[in-house]
């Protein structure tokens, strides 16, 4: 009787809808109507090699199962409408998801060592590609002597991108800021450590909530004062999703989001006299012409070149993993055959 009892309670068990605030490694942080509790993964749904399951990042909805004696039971992710993925930095684990359902993407870079165009052109591949809207934000521009000339080498490089030069500290710019920050909006910070992502976070709270530390003076290198993935609800209502700084952002597969970073290189493929040209010795190409007199960077062709192989090779990987995978639901699926000769 006692079985049968229990087998009816766990059918009145109810799915619950919550926010994924926070990732710590295993556990989740997840708010339900205004309150917050620990969850962990259902096994049997996130680690069965026949689901199709996506694990859960900070930004997300999921569907909860409720366990008021102790870590409650997250059972489903829920379908997002943006993402930002990158290479897993753990060897032969494919994609990692950053952040999702995120309306506007900040990448932050500060105007001292950090400046780095290759390195924004990489951020902006990937962002175009999440579904959201890139911004960029140039920080410490009180600690620049040649802020103007970054700041318009930045906008050169980030087509079709608004560029924001401010400064946390002083306030310079944040004012022009503020159309981004609506109720209900979401944004998500990305850029490597030190370039004052915690800072920035700090004024637009209006108190010291965010850890902060002091970058190095040699190479203006900070350490990592965010230690996981969280989201911040400020008090107008908007949400800001607090990323742990990131000084190598391995490619995913980003094909749309090549071509809409480099859509002044895209457009210039399209004059090119043949289809098929590779860029080399055709007679007509655009791309050659445009090398010559200046048009385009050889800089900006090669970063071109390479993310779009960098994108292609992240196809391939993607591929296998897919192949690998139903290769094992087969391999396992398969009836165990019987050796023993009957005589």
């Known amino acids: 009787m006692a079985f049968y009892a229990q087998k009816k309670e766990r059918n009145l068990e109810r799915k619950e809808k919550g926010f994924v605030i926070a990732v710590h490694r295993d556990r989740y942080e997840v708010e339900i109507l205004s309150e917050v509790l620990y969850a962990k993964l259902k096994t049997g749904v996130y680690y ?4 199709e399951m996506k694990f859960p990042t900070v930004g997300d909805e999921v569907d909860i199962i409720i366990n008021p004696l102790g870590d409650s039971l997250i059972v489903g992710t829920r379908e997002r409408r943006t993402r930002f993925l990158r290479d897993n930095p753990t060897p032969g684990m494919g994609e990692q998801t950053i952040a999702a359902n995120f309306d506007y993407v900040f990448i932050m870079m500060s105007l001292n060592h950090n400046f780095n ?3 924004m052109e990489r951020y902006l591949t990937l962002a175009w590609q999440s579904g959201g ?11 620049s002597e040649d802020a103007n000339e970054k700041i318009r080498l930045m906008k050169e490089s980030a087509v079709g991108v608004e560029v924001y030069a401010i400064s946390s500290i002083t306030g310079h710019g944040m004012d022009k800021l503020s159309k981004y920050f609506e109720p209900g909006k979401i944004i998500v910070f990305l850029g490597s450590s030190g370039v004052g992502k915690s800072t920035f976070a700090n004024t637009l709270l209006g108190e010291n909530i965010m850890e902060t530390n002091v970058i190095r003076e040699g190479d203006s290198e900070g350490h ?6 969280q989201v911040i609800k400020l008090p107008n209502g908007a949400m800001i999703i607090d990323t742990p700084g990131m000084r190598e ?15 002044d290189i ?4 399209c004059k090119c006299k043949y289809k098929n040209c590779s860029h080399k010795t055709e007679f007509g190409c655009a791309v050659k012409i445009a090398l010559q007199n200046g048009t385009l960077s050889k800089k900006r062709w090669i970063n071109y070149n390479m993310l779009k192989k960098e994108s292609e ?13 139903r290769k094992l639901i087969t391999t396992k699926k398969e009836p165990r055959r019987n050796n023993r000769i009957d005589y």
């Not at 069965?48 to 689901?51: D, E, G």
């Not at 990592?224 to 993935?229: C, Y």
């Open 313 to 325: 090779r992240a196809k391939q990987k993607e591929t296998f993993f897919v192949k690998q995978k």
């Open 117 to 119: 165009l290759n390195r």
């Open 48 to 51: 069965n090699m026949k689901n």
């Open 249 to 263: 952002l391995g490619m995913w597969e980003a094909d749309r989001g090549v071509c809409q970073t480099f859509e």
């Open 133 to 143: 809207i890139p911004v960029v934000i140039l920080t410490k521009v009180d600690l």
């Open 224 to 229: 990592h004062t965010t230690t996981h993935r």
């Open 266 to 269: 895209e457009a210039i493929i």
